[in-house]
């Protein structure tokens, strides 16, 4: 019985060890609601930065496009842009929205 713990122990322990760790680097961008002025879009903009910034890893993953085969972990944010974008549904009616990159990164095992 001790011999089949210690095979299975040691079988267990070889494949954790064939698993490779990767990095991998994203981006996503997220977009505001629509405002009248472009001040305002760029403070929505900056709201949606910080909410971001004070999110755990665990609720970043729900907020961030997270594709992987394997288990994502570590997960955080690098860097982040806000941009605004100006647009109209009807003529003379100029609205804006602000359009935040965020770069992100996370680990992933992937098992080879």
């Known amino acids: 019985m001790k011999k089949l713990i210690a095979i299975t122990a040691g ?10 760790t ?3 680097h994203r981006n996503a961008n997220i977009e505001s609601a629509n405002f009248a002025t472009k001040a305002e879009a760029i403070n929505a903009g900056f709201d ?4 971001l910034s004070t999110l755990s ?6 907020e961030l496009p997270v594709f ?3 288990f994502a972990r570590n997960l955080s944010l ?6 605004t974008q100006e647009f109209a549904l009807d ?10 990159k965020v770069n992100y990164s996370f680990d992933t095992q992937d098992n080879d």
Do not use: C, F, M, W
Not at 11 to 20: C, E, G
Not at 48 to 51: G, H
Not at 78 to 83: F, G, Q, S
Not at 91 to 100: C, D, K, L, S
């Open 57 to 62: 890893k665990n609720e970043l993953r729900k």
């Open 11 to 20: 079988i267990l322990l070889s494949s954790s060890v064939l698993a490779n």
């Open 68 to 70: 992987t085969t394997g």
């Open 48 to 51: 949606i930065v910080d909410d």
């Open 78 to 83: 690098n860097d982040t842009e806000v941009k």
């Open 22 to 24: 990767t990095t991998l």
């Open 91 to 100: 003529r003379g009616e100029i609205q804006y929205r602000a359009i935040v």
